[in-house]
């Protein structure tokens, strides 16, 4: 009894912990692999009547797990690009360019104290930011990333999308309310007047998109805009997109509408009780958000995932490894090695000063290169969701590079003028644009 | 507002586009160090060698390389050791109040009884009309200076600087190197001088006094003009 109590105060916390949880974890592993193997087939029975809703869980999943490299990439878009604008070079120390300071950031966040202060209303302030956090991964769930790459397609998406984009003021002024916090509050309130200001013209400047599409299916509205890039609905809604752009850019919080949480006015508007994760949320949120929006204006006016120019010749790659038989074997094992040396040699022939394994080295790089190109250019080629993956990102990206840039221009606006330019000029021009796009169309079904 | 309306914000965006693209003026401090400004001569300070000894020997070369002429030195401690003070005058302007001239055994001037004497410089001009005002002849124009005023006033010193065109710094540096220049008069005369000079009923107790003794030849009674 000594020797395992001098053995157990000898164990440290995180050996403690460990020691109580090694046990558990060989039980569970064993029970799961018991569970698996004695009730294997009428689970797998149950998943498949099930699909459906298994689709759904795995969607909701991935979307949730793609948002946290989105936000870091785009935080450090952000840190850098705003550096290089203001001629500094920004983050460069953790990783290859700097480009893992954002996680580095949120492991800060993630360790930092989560502190409740007295007086908040614990539930409330606990949901807040997972409110905000869900609205944008709900909203992101309908966004088709390339051609049936999308969480849930559905004949209201575009519905869904703003119904649930707009829940992120809930979770605003759920913040602002539970804080105990005059300023919290007043932030929260000024936030969510913000949000439901700029919400009416930036539904209404879709609303000329779906007359014109005749859906308000997401899909169907980015496969109307196949073929060149003159199909794309920016040419047909030029001022719906000029709409949509501001608007999204308030409703995401961006510069130079960035009141809701304006870091250098002030204290940090609905947020200000906030710390440590929690905080982190809400702007993890607001990244999210920024890719969002941008996804959406790509997806709704700029063609989504289809290119912006249809493939000029036909392609069949009828291109089958199974009837390649021990080839492919002998493609898999030998040709990385074959590339390596191939690119190796002209290195090593060409200058005694590169010794054989510099060489190598330098070969196994360049046949890496070599067999990625050939891969991607295959996959661009031969499937049609990877190319459409690769607009589409580029696209969005652009428009988050664009967002990024007008940060590090643009002064923030005053809440007056904030509210006087929704009201006074974005609502009425939203309701021109609606006029316009439906007198065209009956003049047009009236022409044909 | 402008002519088109958003011309502002997209000359803005332009800016930012363009700063986005051009050389970024960032030091990496630690791997990377500039070269010091050419006039950047670090902080004045004296070193002193491994006895503690202070190293200076106040040879003025440093005052002399002075571009601004900022660099003065001088003083004695209240052990009559020759005591160094550096930097400009103004940052040791301390050893001017009085308690630190006592403290230095120098004589401690008294507003009340030292009126301001404005220092003649014709008889410096002559001097240097003389001497072709050239700074090589110093030595012997800082002693013809003392000879005709009795020491060497600070307004003579300036006045042989701008006409001579050598730096003050070094004039004050020759002229404290030899031992038979000072800038003060001598305190005997000047102060008996001056005593008397502010006692007006002196000189008819003196002539009392010499009429009683039917003499006038006491020691230490200063020559009279």
Redesign the interface.
Same mark, same amino acid.
């Given at each position: 009894m000594t020797v395992i109590s001098r053995g157990w105060d000898r164990l440290t916390l995180p050996g403690k912990v460990l020691f109580l949880l090694i046990p558990l974890l060989i039980v569970a592993t064993v029970g799961l692999v018991a569970v698996i193997v004695l009730l294997g087939q009428p689970i797998l029975d149950t998943l498949a009547a099930n699909l459906p809703i298994v689709r759904f869980v795995l969607a909701v999943t991935i979307v949730l797990l793609m948002t946290i490299p989105t936000a870091f990439l785009i935080i450090y878009m952000e840190m850098k690009i705003i550096a290089l604008m203001n001629l500094r070079i920004g983050p460069d120390r953790v990783g290859p360019f700097g480009s893992l300071l954002s996680v580095v950031h949120g492991l800060k966040v993630l360790m930092k104290e989560d502190f409740t202060p007295t007086g908040v209303d614990p539930i409330v302030f606990t949901w807040a930011p997972v409110v905000v956090y869900l609205a944008s991964v709900m909203a992101l769930l309908v966004v088709p990333f390339s051609n049936g790459i999308v969480g849930q397609a559905f004949n209201l998406g575009l519905l869904y999308f703003f119904a649930i984009s707009g829940l992120s003021v809930v979770g605003l002024l759920m913040a602002g309310w539970s804080s105990y916090n005059k300023y919290s509050l007043l932030g929260g309130l000024r936030s969510a007047a913000q949000v439901v200001s700029y919400e009416i013209p930036l539904t209404l400047s879709v609303v000329g998109l779906i007359l014109l599409a005749g859906t308000m299916n997401i899909d169907t509205i980015v496969r109307n805009q196949a073929g060149w890039f003159t199909d794309w609905y920016v040419f047909q809604q030029p001022l719906g997109v000029l709409i949509f752009f501001i608007a999204a850019t308030a409703e995401a919080n961006r510069t130079p509408f960035d009141l809701t949480e304006a870091d250098s006015e002030i204290v940090a508007g609905f947020a200000t009780e906030y710390s440590g994760m929690r905080f982190g949320f809400f702007f993890f949120a607001e990244y999210v958000n920024v890719f969002i929006i941008s996804a959406l204006l790509v997806t709704l006016f700029f063609g989504g995932w289809n290119a912006p120019f249809p493939w000029p010749w036909p392609v069949e790659l009828s291109l089958d490894p199974g009837s390649m038989g021990i080839g492919l074997l002998l493609l898999i094992g030998l040709g990385p090695v074959v590339l390596t040396l191939l690119f190796a040699t002209p290195f090593w022939l060409a200058s005694s000063r590169i010794k054989a394994w510099q060489a190598l080295i330098i070969g196994f790089v360049l046949a890496n290169l070599f067999i990625v190109t050939l891969v991607g250019a295959w996959a661009y080629v031969g499937l049609d969701w990877v190319a459409g993956i690769l607009w589409f990102m580029f696209k969005t990206y652009g428009f988050v590079f664009t967002f990024v840039w007008m940060r590090g221009t643009l002064p923030r606006v005053r809440i007056d003028q904030l509210m006087d330019f929704a009201w006074k000029w974005l609502l009425p021009a939203s309701l021109l644009n609606l006029f316009i796009t439906a007198a065209a169309l009956v003049v047009v079904k009236g022409l044909r | 507002m402008s002519l088109i309306p958003g011309l502002g =914000?997209a000359k803005? *965006?332009a =800016? &930012? =586009?363009r700063?986005?693209f051009?050389p970024?003026? &960032?030091i *990496?401090y630690p791997e990377e160090r500039i070269d010091v400004p050419p006039k950047f001569r670090g902080r004045l300070q004296l070193l002193y060698d491994e006895w503690g000894t202070l190293k200076c020997e106040t040879c003025f070369q440093c005052a002399q390389a002075c571009p601004i002429e900022c660099i003065d030195m001088g003083g004695i401690d209240t052990r009559g050791r020759y005591h160094v003070h550096w930097g400009a005058a103004e940052t040791y302007g301390e050893r001017r109040e009085e308690s630190a001239l006592r403290r230095s055994g120098r004589p401690v001037p008294d507003p009340a009884f030292r009126p301001f004497q404005p220092v003649d410089l014709g008889e410096l001009d002559r001097i240097l009309e003389d001497h072709d005002h050239d700074p090589a002849d110093m030595l012997q124009i800082l002693e013809e200076t003392q000879a005709a005023y009795g020491y060497l006033p600070v307004a003579a010193l300036k006045r042989i600087s701008h006409e001579t065109g050598a730096w003050y710094a070094m004039i004050y540096g020759t002229a404290s190197y030899y031992a038979h220049l000072r800038f003060e008069p001598a305190a005997s005369t000047e102060q008996a001088q001056e005593v008397a000079d502010h006692r007006p009923l002196e000189a008819t107790y003196l002539a009392a006094l010499d009429a009683a003794l039917g003499g006038s030849d006491r020691p230490g009674t200063p020559a009279r003009a």
């Open positions: - | =914000l803005g *965006m =800016l &930012t =586009l700063r986005f051009e970024k003026v &960032t *990496m």
